[in-house]
């Protein structure tokens, strides 16, 4: 019989908890779909991905991005539950290394552009949907969006601003940063999906203009964040 109280009065407690699981779960899922879906340099990459080698292609690198944004999610996380220190004026362990990423980042982003930029596409045929660099693709767009580590401080922003987040219990945290990986990678799917539907009305000059762009993006960025950094250590900023 105390057995069977026990268990009963533990039953109130899951369910709770399984609720919770899953509003957490699903406020993910709407982050990560938020933060991915504005098309940027690396939506442009990931277009011309698919446009050039197919929607496998797209959506590997897509992932890349997805993972990229789902380990800024947990070190933004992190930092809103106190997790890293942070302290109430905004200082932190991140931000004693924020100079070398922006830099090491920002100079990277210039290089690869100006190499997109300069590149001729490659197009795969329609029986070539799957190409063989599906790994390289997404590790190329996985080491460019973590070249911009500025995304943690979207993300803590995004958090703080979400109520109830800042109460996160730290076990929580793999159920909240699933959440934003599922909603990033959707995106993705859905974008990659999209654009192979009109792949084969794309001539060779819109690939090409595409390269540029995407790239033209890249060095902008670049040139945006090492201009930040600048701006933060000749004002006093640092």
């Not at 009963?8 to 709407?30: S, V, Y």
């Not at 504005?38 to 011309?48: A, D, T």
């Not at 029986?127 to 070249?147: G, H, R, S």
Request: net charge neutral.
């Amino acid at each position: 019989p105390r057995a069977a109280d026990r268990r009963r009065q533990r039953e109130p407690l899951m369910m709770d908890l399984l609720l919770r699981e899953i509003l957490l779960l699903a406020k993910g899922t709407a982050i990560g779909f938020a933060v991915a879906a504005p098309v940027g340099p690396i939506g442009m990459l990931c277009i011309r991905l698919t446009l050039e080698k197919g929607r496998m292609a797209g959506f590997c690198g897509g992932l890349g991005a997805a993972v990229a944004d789902t380990i800024f999610a947990a070190i933004g996380a992190f930092a809103i539950i106190g997790a890293f220190g942070f302290s109430g004026d905004g200082g932190s362990s991140i931000e004693a290394y924020r100079t070398w990423f922006e830099l090491g980042g920002g100079l990277f982003l210039i290089a690869f552009g100006v190499h997109l930029g300069l590149k001729r596409p490659v197009i795969a045929s329609d029986d070539q949907e799957v190409p063989q660099t599906l790994l390289a693709d997404f590790a190329k767009t996985l080491v460019l969006t973590l070249a911009n580590p500025v995304t943690i401080l979207s993300f803590i922003a995004i958090f703080a601003g979400v109520p109830g987040m800042a109460r996160i219990d730290l076990p929580m945290m793999p159920v909240l940063t699933l959440g934003v990986f599922l909603g990033s990678a959707g995106w993705w799917l859905t974008l990659s999906i999209g654009v192979g539907l009109i792949r084969h009305m794309i001539s060779e000059v819109v690939f090409i203009w595409l390269n540029r762009i995407a790239g033209g993006l890249l060095v902008a960025f670049g040139f945006y964040t090492l201009m930040h950094l600048a701006g933060s250590y000749f004002g006093g900023g640092q």
